[in-house]
């Protein structure tokens, strides 16, 4: 696999993953534990942190993905160094999954305090305790199954994450089971009978998806802003643009009562099951898409400026 050498940073040192690590920035290895058992993570720690807090951004990979390919895919740490914040890669086991997928699939995954929620909440919340991370400015991103897995972070602690990402997946509450869940990816699913967060908070939420995704059936992308919507009556607007990869996109900004963004959607046309603008050298990307990792970036920054 191909590694990242961003050409703005001077002289950077390559940590043992390979990955391009400027001076003073810090790529950890890390393992969290509890109840649920345990799971390894990369800590991104910018070479911008002094005595200041900063936010925090956890990523979950995609299946078949490690936090090394997530991080060089999507470019986090790039995007991390220029403003200034840590990213957390949370690592699913082989043994958890065969194909390292996160089970957003599953009921005791899908739950506050149980199994794979538990877990990747305390590797957050283990970063706060050991790092200076700002309150209120944590968030919760992901791709495909990650993207489900982050769905799910958002609803079941909504008071540990302050805005969610979910590029190529699936909302909470559509699968119970293996084959229930490869359905709601082929046809989408049902969230009728799975109530969203008791309170009538809408997670601020931004989703990414290919209208050619053959892997997730974007109408899930529909369904992730659905869900966080609920029955609020929002206003949205729609705008049409062209990356500089040359890919065309929609991007519709959904506004609160008081005309703040709270969602955003990118239909991004013509691409399929890859995270939008990155890499080539990491797994499951498309260079010529908007740089998804930018714009989570600055929808998560900007809730919290709101905030």
Not at 15 to 24: E, L, M, N, Y
């Amino acid at each position: 696999m191909g590694r990242l050498l961003p050409a703005h940073l001077n002289s950077p040192d390559l940590g043992r993953s390979g990955i391009a690590i400027p001076d003073g920035a810090r790529f950890e290895d890390r393992i969290f534990v509890n109840e649920a058992g345990s799971r390894a993570y990369k800590l991104y720690v910018p070479s911008v942190l002094r005595d200041e807090a900063l936010p925090l951004i956890v990523m979950l990979h995609g299946c078949t993905q490690s936090p090394d390919d997530f991080a060089t895919g999507t470019r986090m740490n790039e995007v991390a160094e220029e403003f200034g914040f840590f990213v957390a890669y949370p690592e699913q086991s082989k043994s958890a999954n065969a194909s390292k997928c996160w089970n957003w699939f599953n009921g005791t995954d899908q739950r506050r305090g149980r199994g794979e929620p538990s877990l990747i909440a305390g590797i957050a919340r283990e970063v706060m305790h050991d790092f200076p991370v700002r309150e209120g400015q944590v968030y919760v991103a992901g791709m495909s199954a990650g993207g489900a897995a982050a769905a799910i972070m958002g609803e079941a602690y909504p008071d540990l994450f302050a805005a969610v990402g979910v590029h190529s997946g699936l909302a909470c509450g559509l699968a119970s089971d293996v084959a229930t869940a490869f359905g709601a990816m082929r046809d989408g699913g049902s969230t009728s009978g799975s109530s969203r967060r008791g309170a009538g908070r809408i997670p601020p939420t931004i989703v990414f998806h290919g209208d050619k995704d053959g892997t997730v059936n974007p109408v899930n992308a529909d369904q992730v802003i659905a869900r966080a919507k609920a029955d609020a009556k929002l206003t949205s607007i729609a705008n049409h643009g062209t990356a500089r990869g040359g890919m065309r996109f929609t991007r519709t900004v959904t506004m609160n009562e008081v005309g703040d963004p709270v969602l955003e959607q990118w239909t991004l046309h013509g691409a399929g099951h890859a995270w939008s603008g990155g890499n080539s050298a990491g797994s499951y990307t498309d260079p010529s898409g908007p740089d998804a990792s930018r714009e989570m970036a600055r929808f998560f920054l900007q809730q919290a400026r709101r905030g």
